[in-house]
């Protein structure tokens, strides 16, 4: 009994230490999920028992889609639970918790459905089910309070409302005590969350670097106030933690940095036209959405042979699927 607590003891002190001195060789799911811890802290130190059932929301989803693709056979390349977090993440401090329930589900069920049909798409489903949910309900998941409860307008909705003039603190915009978002409000907790991913050869500072250069467009041209703009938890949750992330890059080098910046400039020219946080958020999984799309025609330019053939399988099933089924005739007895 010693002798097998002892094994077991210097198995997890090696896996601690190989997660500590080379993460790049870990799963990739668990480096993600480490990046986002700080993250989820600061939202329950913030919001707290209602961070905590947001996040049980998602682990649940993400379980059951474990569950799933157990039943169905289908192997997976990740953890489903990891969009179902990123999803979560995103979904206002004074949302009704059927919208996270909704972001979640739909995560879950995206990743299912990217492993078993795209599995080469680079994309962060979690946030993609975030924009589909809040387009589709026209701003359910939008609701915020301030931490310690009460209905508050998050920074960016503030700022619009007081026509263009600062309305909190930067400090505590860094630090994350402020209405947004339920698990990405604190910038200081995306930062240490973004350390780690660069750490573990995960994140692509020239990603963040031209994200950036892009976001200041807007703001030179509209002459705002750059430490307010971009002093932001939410944006650079979605613009570190998810669109840098190298997993979801296109592969070519100029893509990369092409990404970024028209991300950035995407995200913060949104708000011209009076859209708040949940604009930049949702710019930057349509750019996801985009850059696969992008990837995909290429692939296709170079592989037309084998698109001919899977499109005429896909007709062939099609039809199969369409003919109305008939009993076979009965045999005359003989």
């Not at 307008?153 to 630090?175: F, I, K, M, N």
């Not at 042979?305 to 009965?330: I, K, N, S, Y």
């Amino acid at each position: 009994m010693v002798g097998q607590a002892s094994a077991a003891l210097e198995a997890a002190l090696t896996w601690v230490k190989r997660i500590g001195v080379e993460p790049e060789a870990a799963e990739p799911s668990l480096v993600a999920a480490i990046a986002l811890v700080p993250s989820v802290v600061a939202g329950v130190i913030f919001f707290g028992l209602d961070a905590l059932a947001v996040l049980g929301i998602a682990l649940a989803a993400g379980l059951l889609a474990h569950v799933a693709a157990r039943l169905l056979g289908q192997p997976l390349d990740g953890t489903p639970i990891v969009p179902a977090f990123v999803g979560v993440a995103l979904v206002g401090s004074g949302a009704p918790l059927t919208w996270a329930l909704a972001v979640a589900v739909v995560a879950a069920a995206f990743e299912l459905g990217r492993t078993r049909y795209v599995p080469a798409a680079r994309l962060q489903v979690g946030i993609l089910a975030y924009a589909v949910v809040l387009v589709l309900s026209r701003g359910g998941p939008g609701v915020y309070v301030a931490p310690g409860g009460g209905p508050s307008a998050e920074p960016v909705r503030q700022w619009l409302a007081g026509g263009g003039h600062a309305q909190l603190d930067p400090v505590r915009l860094y630090v994350g005590n402020v209405a947004g978002p339920a698990l990405a409000t604190s910038m200081l907790a995306v930062a240490v969350g973004a350390a780690w991913l660069w750490y573990s050869r995960r994140l692509s500072l020239l990603v963040v670097l031209t994200f950036l250069v892009g976001a200041l467009v807007p703001i030179a041209v509209e002459r705002w106030s750059v430490g307010y703009q971009l002093d932001s938890g939410p944006l650079w949750f979605a613009a570190a933690l998810v669109l840098a992330d190298r997993r979801t890059l296109p592969a070519s080098g100029v893509g990369r940095p092409l990404l970024g910046f028209l991300t950035g400039a995407a995200a913060l020219a949104a708000r011209t036209r009076g859209l708040a946080i949940e604009a930049s958020l949702a710019a930057v999984a349509w750019m996801q959405v985009l850059s696969v799309v992008v990837q995909g025609l290429n692939w296709v330019r170079g592989h037309r042979e084998e698109t001919w053939t899977r499109l005429r399988e896909l007709r062939g099933v099609a039809l199969t699927l369409g003919r109305p089924h008939r009993p076979r005739p009965a045999q005359p007895p003989s």
